[in-house]
Each structure stands twice: as structure tokens, then as C-alpha cells.
């Protein structure tokens, strides 16, 4: 007996609807929690890494990393940055043994402003991956979108990445269009704006408190930034990311990704109701945006000219950078009793 297209979508879950129109990611550094949800990728951050780190099941694998530090010798500073950058590629490696996809793994947010740090440290993050026979086709390097994180001089950073070393990048804290027109103007391979923080930037700054998922202006930023990249035939693919909850989520289906936590994947498997593809290429097409160009000098004052977007960014990497912080002081202090024998 046919079951009727209508019974069969009841029947679905949101989130087997959602991965008609959009590749799902899970973003967690906690793989456990990742395999039952069938995510094609996955996403990594200092914060999501320290948090797993604090977790009982993984602590061996923080003692590969700490031990992988001493063992390579150096300064004790060098001894603690081996080991984080190894911790990182450890879960990435554990994480790709889940997913068919890609692992993106982050970039420390203090390199945000150091253009040739940046490029260091994600050659170092793809050697190691290749070390433990990892092709870089499975990772994105994932950089904090500013200004030196996307261009520097006449040549972007993740452009001098893509082209000369075969890497591909991932532009995180995204929170601007301007941010996203210079993303897809050095040819990145992928950007993650994010939407849950523009949500609680402007409930924090502004008398508004609730929002329909479509005036959600998060979700409305995404929007805007989807129909600028498929109007004019960017390569650069967007992906989502920062959900506060399903009815974003649900709003943005048919994003080329959408990355979202497991206990919102947990909730949108359990939600039956009828999920329709809101961004698709040929309503793109249609919209009324105006392309443009940005220089540094454009670009900056663009950005500016956000207030949200300014504080976000900014917010974002003191975060960031304040966790990689924590998991540092965590690493020294597990490494110092190492070497004690304690």
C-alpha cells in the first residue's frame, strides 16, 4: 500500500527533511553524541575542544597529546602549543572516524590579527592530519573572518592557503555583509555566518525580545548573505552556524550547510512537522541586491558601519581566545605532573 506525500512528511522528521535540501554538520567537539543524528561533516571550536576536554571519556586522548608535547621537546611554551595543536587534530581524527565528510578545526583566535601566523599554523594543523594519514580534501581550516584573516596586502590569506598549499579554509565569526562579500571575493572555499549571536546581539541592544523565525534577524543576515553568493555566482559556499533553536534552523533549509549542535539535532529528529526549502539558487536570482567590491579601506568602513557586527567579531574572538587560554592552563598543568610522575 503508497503511503501519500503528505502521511510521509508527517511521518519524517525535520531534520531527515532538512537534509533533502541542506548537507547537515554537527558542531561538537563531543563525537560521542554525534553518530545516531548521520551528520555529513562536522565543526570544531577552542570552546567546544575544551569542553570534551573536561569530559571522563576523553581523557586518554588528552594524554596522547600531552604526551606528544613533551616528546617533541622545546621550550614549555612550544611543549603546551605541540600539544593543543595535537589535542585539536585528535578529535578531529576521532571525529572523521563518524562522519564521511569533513572536520573543520580552528585556527588559535589570538593569530586573528597576524596574517603569516595564521598560514603558519594551518600548514602545521594540515601536516599533522597528514601525518596520521589524513588527506587534506577531509579538513577546513577554520579562520576568524577579519580583515587579515581573509586578505592581507594584495594577496588573502586563504587565497595564498587554497591556491599554493591546497587547503581549504572555513571563515568563522562572521557577522557582517561585508564580511561575507570579502569572503567570497578571495575564493574562499567556505564561510559560517553565524546566527544565533546576531539574535542575541539584538536582544540585548534593542526593546525587541521575540522573533518569528523568519524576521529572526540572524536568519536574516544568512538569507541576504545565500542570495548575494548564488545572484552572482560565487563559489564560496555558506554554512550556517550558531543556532539558538529549530525554528532558525527549519527557516534557513536549503543553505548549501547548516551546522548545528546535537542537542538541536536531538530536537529537530523528534520534531515532525512540515519543514519547506526557504533559500534555493533560482529565488536568489530574483532578489533585488547590487553587487560590489570591497578594497581594505571599503571593506573596513562597511564593517564598521555595523555596530552588531563590530561587537560580535570582536566578542567572539576574546571568547574564543579566552577558552584556548583555559585549555592551555589545563594542558601545562597535566603535562607538569607528566613529567613529575604524578
Request: hydrophobic letters at 35%; charged letters at 25%.
Amino acid at each position: 500500500m503508497s503511503v501519500s506525500p503528505d502521511k510521509r512528511r508527517k511521518m519524517e522528521s525535520a531534520l531527515e527533511q532538512i537534509k533533502k535540501y541542506t548537507v547537515v554538520v554537527a558542531d561538537t567537539g563531543d563525537f560521542n553524541a554525534i553518530e545516531e543524528y548521520k551528520p555529513q561533516d562536522a565543526t570544531t571550536n577552542p570552546s567546544l575542544i575544551l569542553a570534551a576536554a573536561k569530559m571522563p571519556t576523553y581523557q586518554p586522548l588528552v594524554e596522547q597529546a600531552i604526551k606528544y608535547g613533551i616528546a617533541n621537546g622545546g621550550s614549555e611554551e612550544e611543549q603546551v602549543t605541540n600539544a593543543m595543536d595535537k589535542l585539536f587534530v585528535i578529535f578531529g581524527l576521532e571525529i572523521l572516524k563518524k562522519v564521511p565528510g569533513r572536520v573543520s578545526t580552528e585556527v588559535d583566535a589570538r593569530l586573528s590579527f597576524d596574517k603569516e601566523a595564521m598560514v603558519s599554523r594551518a600548514r602545521r594543523l594540515i601536516s599533522l592530519y597528514e601525518e596520521a594519514g589524513v588527506s587534506k580534501e577531509r579538513i577546513l581550516i577554520k579562520l576568524s573572518s577579519t580583515w587579515e584573516g581573509i586578505q592581507a596586502g594584495q594577496c588573502c590569506s586563504c587565497l595564498e592557503l587554497e591556491e599554493k598549499d591546497g587547503i581549504h579554509c572555513n571563515m568563522t565569526l562572521l557577522f557582517s555583509f561585508a564580511q561575507a562579500v570579502a569572503c567570497a571575493e578571495a575564493h574562499v572555499t567556505l564561510i559560517s555566518p553565524f546566527v544565533g549571536r546576531i539574535l542575541d546581539w539584538y536582544k540585548e541592544n534593542t526593546d525587541r525580545k521575540n522573533y518569528e523565525p523568519q524576521e529572526d534577524p540572524g536568519v536574516q543576515s544568512v538569507t541576504k548573505i545565500y542570495n548575494y553568493y548564488k545572484k552572482f555566482n560565487y563559489k564560496t559556499v555558506v554554512m550556517g552556524a550558531s543556532f539558538r533553536n529549530t525554528g532558525e534552523v527549519k527557516a534557513l533549509a536549503g543553505c548549501d550547510l547548516l551546522t548545528i549542535s546535537p542537542g538541536l539535532l536531538g530536537e529537530l529528529s523528534q520534531d515532525h512537522s512540515a519543514v519547506t526549502c526557504s533559500l534555493t539558487p533560482q529565488g536568489a536570482k530574483e532578489c533585488d541586491l547590487e553587487q560590489v567590491h570591497l578594497d581594505e579601506k571599503s571593506f573596513r568602513w562597511l564593517h564598521n558601519e555595523d555596530r552588531m557586527a563590530v561587537e560580535k567579531l570582536s566578542d567572539g574572538i576574546r571568547k574564543f581566545a579566552a577558552d584556548a587560554i583555559k585549555l592551555e592552563a589545563m594542558i601545562k598543568e597535566r603535562m607538569f605532573n607528566v613529567k613529575n610522575g604524578q
